[in-house]
């Protein structure tokens, strides 16, 4: 279940649909979230909750005490921030409290192109609060806690992609999630790295459109443009078993059981 503290945030950044939007600025009334974990405690699916959103969990003046009441009933606790507000007090709190999982945003790894994208950011601010907040994690004789990196991937930033690799290090990072951008204004639409029309269908073969079922392969000079041009036809494409067809419909949100609650109480699919 993701809950939603706020849909306030400190940060503007390119790729967020508040830049489209004229929705009121809000904070989760303490008795709706009293409520929703009362009751989320009676059901057995209900296993994770997760404070994401349009906003920055953080800034809601009873963040730690929503940790607090979550963890009291037994659910795991995962949070996604900008990590601006992850003060040593902060990160010493949520870890006390047992936090499972800190996911930090993270739309490029030099200061420039963290700065494009995360208009009124600081790439180091942010690797400095995670990094101390991983070093304070180690001795901690509780469960270990996952710490992730998400990267909205776009045309600015995809060549820093591999620098991920030496960031996640330092900070202690296990997990490196990448999504696409979602272009919600037009400017953004030529961020996008990948076509907005489906490039492969489910169904049976036919001569027209052939089903390719390709092995694992390395990934070299000699083996990325032949293959870039079978992945750029309207075919059916099945690689490692995985039918690439069935993913162009596929949510992450509702195909994977989940829920979003807004900061008003409200309920949705997801978070967006």
């Excluded at 989760?28 to 909750?49: D, H, K, N, S």
């Excluded at 000079?221 to 293959?227: A, I, R, S």
Aim: one cysteine or more; charged letters at 20%; aromatic letters at 8%.
């Amino acid at each position: 279940v993701y809950i939603e503290p706020t849909n306030g945030c400190n940060l503007n950044c390119r790729t967020c649909m508040r830049n489209v939007w004229d929705e009121p600025v809000g904070f989760m009334e303490w008795e709706t979230y009293e409520a929703l974990i009362r009751e989320l405690a009676g059901f057995p699916t209900a296993q994770t909750v997760a404070f994401a959103g349009i906003g920055e969990p953080l800034l809601h003046p009873r963040f730690v005490d929503m940790v607090r009441l979550a963890k009291e009933h037994h659910l795991r606790v995962e949070l996604t921030t900008n990590a601006l507000l992850l003060t040593r007090e902060m990160a010493g709190a949520l870890l006390d409290l047992g936090l499972d999982q800190l996911v930090v945003s993270i739309d490029g790894t030099t200061a420039e192109t963290f700065g494009q994208v995360r208009r009124g950011g600081s790439l180091s601010k942010v690797v400095e609060n995670v990094r101390a907040f991983y070093e304070l994690s180690e001795p901690s004789p509780l469960p270990p806690l996952t710490i992730g990196i998400e990267f909205v991937a776009m045309r600015s930033n995809i060549r820093e992609l591999p620098h991920l690799h030496s960031l996640a290090k330092y900070i202690g990072a296990s997990l490196i999630l990448i999504t696409n951008v979602l272009p919600y204004t037009e400017e953004m639409v030529s961020e996008t790295l990948y076509n907005l029309r489906a490039t492969s269908f489910q169904g049976k073969g036919s001569p027209w459109t052939p089903t390719w079922v390709l092995p694992k392969m390395d990934l070299t000079e000699e083996t990325l443009e032949p293959l870039l041009s079978v992945f750029r036809t309207q075919a059916n494409i099945s690689y490692l078993d995985l039918d690439l067809g069935s993913r162009n419909s596929f949510c992450p949100f509702v195909q994977a059981g989940a829920l979003a609650v807004g900061w008003h109480g409200g309920v949705s699919p997801c978070p967006p």
